[in-house]
């Protein structure tokens, strides 16, 4: 399972991003192999809002869509990822990391998620998992 994040599922859909291009490839390959990707509720949220936002409705509604099909695991998150969710953001306060990508990693700890779809290479390049050195960010960064 891959969790997917909210600048990897924009730059997906936002044929202007900087990365569109190798993250609708990676999405494509990726999805075809049959590889979960999971998103979680506030995930959703977010994801919905900027692409509502910065694209419009019917793009955002394509989105809403594509979980309503099962294209994304989506996790629900409970009181205990919210406790490991502020224990993570407490730890790196420092790095602004905020609500959205805390209680993903709480996520990615409760799951043993160790690879991400992200191009947020500065929050999810710094968190370490308890279960493994680093999270792997994919695509790979320059691809």
């Known amino acids: 399972m891959i969790l997917a994040d909210t600048s990897g599922i924009f730059a997906v859909i936002n044929r202007k991003d900087r990365h569109h291009e190798v993250s609708k490839k990676w999405f494509r390959s990726t999805t075809a192999s049959g590889e979960a990707l999971a998103i979680t509720q506030p995930l959703l949220t977010e994801s919905w809002r900027l692409i509502n936002a910065r694209i419009g409705p019917d793009q955002a509604d394509t989105f809403w869509n594509s979980v309503l099909k099962g294209l994304f695991i989506l996790i629900d998150i409970d009181v205990t990822d919210l406790r ?60």
Do not use: N, Q
Request: glycine residues 6%; neutral net charge.
């Open 84 to 143: 490991l969710a502020m224990e993570i953001r407490t730890k790196y306060a420092d790095s602004g990391i905020g609500f959205v990508d805390a209680t993903s990693f709480a996520i990615c700890e409760r799951h043993r998620i160790s690879r991400a779809f992200t191009f947020d290479w500065k929050h999810f390049g710094i968190y370490r998992p308890t279960f493994a050195d680093c999270l792997e960010l994919v695509p790979a960064a320059g691809s």
